[in-house]
């Protein structure tokens, strides 16, 4: 496909994803984006999860699990809470789409799995308090504590890892990402605190420092998901989202990109097929409401809008002053 067509491609999307290719890739007007945003309630993937939270402000009657989980299901069901919110959070839903008073709802009516925890004081888990520290501040919960439980809980090498509770005491890949993606987005829409802006700024050396996919012992790639794209990204790492936080953070804190990000850039440059778009490479296995992207080995508009928006970030940063 050439450009032009690529980009009527990209638009001819769920809303979800169309008002932030106007807003990120087209350079729409606001009244064009806002107007398409307006739409993500009422059409399409928002409504259709919309519809499917329960009356107690649950969806599937779980907080991180559904109620009813078999363990001979493949992989990790993704339709509970959390990551219903997560997703309404993502696509840009207001919050007045959901039920009335739905931090209330969960405040009330909704557990952790874990110990039977309260749901906006959090879990012990370093993903999970990421994923709620943002959906509670999208939604007017308090989740101060989990804001200092994030700053509290930062290993010795600077990031997070979720399995600190059962001695970990090296930070992982995917539990800082996580994190990091909670806590800008709690800062975009409440400014935060300035210890959770440290905390923040500080775990991104974790991740710079071995170039987003690199041992920093040997200078290995890490694991091999660290290479793999694909949407949705659930709790998974991978360059193409690692380098789509640093594109956020970046706009968020008004600094340059990263030069030790050069390495991840050019992978995701190159894992361009040539039809111009980038591929689902795989599907992260479990139950879903419904698919929001492509099956394997097909053209995603999700990875190519995030591949080309970090991509023109980069080089735009990039090009040669004019004179």
């Known amino acids: 496909m050439t450009e032009d067509e690529i980009a009527a491609w ?3 999307s769920d809303p979800t994803l169309r008002w932030q290719v106007e807003r990120d890739l087209d350079s729409a007007p606001e009244s064009v984006w806002r107007e398409t945003r307006s739409r993500v309630a009422t059409e399409g993937h928002g409504a259709a999860l919309l519809a499917r939270q ?3 402000g649950q969806w599937a009657g779980g907080a991180y699990f559904p109620a009813h989980v078999s363990p001979d299901e493949p ?3 993704w339709t509970a809470t959390t990551w219903s919110l997560n997703a ?4 840009g839903v207001p919050p007045d789409a959901l039920r009335p008073d739905t931090a209330g709802l969960l405040d009330r ?16 888990d370093a993903c999970i308090n990421g994923y709620t520290l943002a959906n509670g501040g999208w939604l007017g919960a308090d989740v101060s504590p989990i804001a200092a439980w994030l700053v509290g809980h930062r290993l010795a090498d600077g990031g997070w890892n979720c399995e600190w509770v059962e001695g970990a005491t090296r930070s992982s890949f995917h539990s800082t990402l996580n994190a990091l993606v909670g806590i800008l987005d709690f800062e ?3 400014g935060g605190t300035p210890e959770l802006t440290a905390a923040r700024q500080g775990a991104q050396e974790y991740l710079l420092e071995r170039g987003l996919l690199r041992r920093r ?4 790639t890490h694991a091999p998901w660290a290479t793999h794209f694909a949407y949705p990204y659930r709790w998974f790492y991978s360059v193409l989202r690692a380098a789509d936080y640093f594109r956020a953070a970046s706009l968020h804190d008004g600094v340059r990109p990263d030069e030790r990000m050069a390495g991840a850039i050019a992978l995701i440059r190159d894992a361009r097929d040539a039809d111009g778009t980038w591929h689902q490479q795989l599907r992260h296995e ?6 929001v992207d492509v099956p394997p080995g097909q053209p995603s508009r999700w990875l190519t809008f995030h591949a080309l928006r970090v991509l023109e970030w980069w080089d735009a940063a990039h090009r040669p002053a004019r004179v």
Do not use: I
């Open 10 to 12: 990209l638009r001819d």
């Open 54 to 56: 329960d009356e107690d």
């Open 75 to 77: 992989g990790q069901p």
């Open 88 to 91: 309404l959070r993502e696509w």
């Open 109 to 124: 009516n909704a557990r952790w799995e874990y110990d039977d925890l309260p749901y906006w004081g959090g879990e012990v």
């Open 188 to 190: 975009e829409r409440t």
């Open 217 to 220: 012992s040997t200078g290995e």
């Open 286 to 291: 479990g139950r879903t409401w419904f698919e």
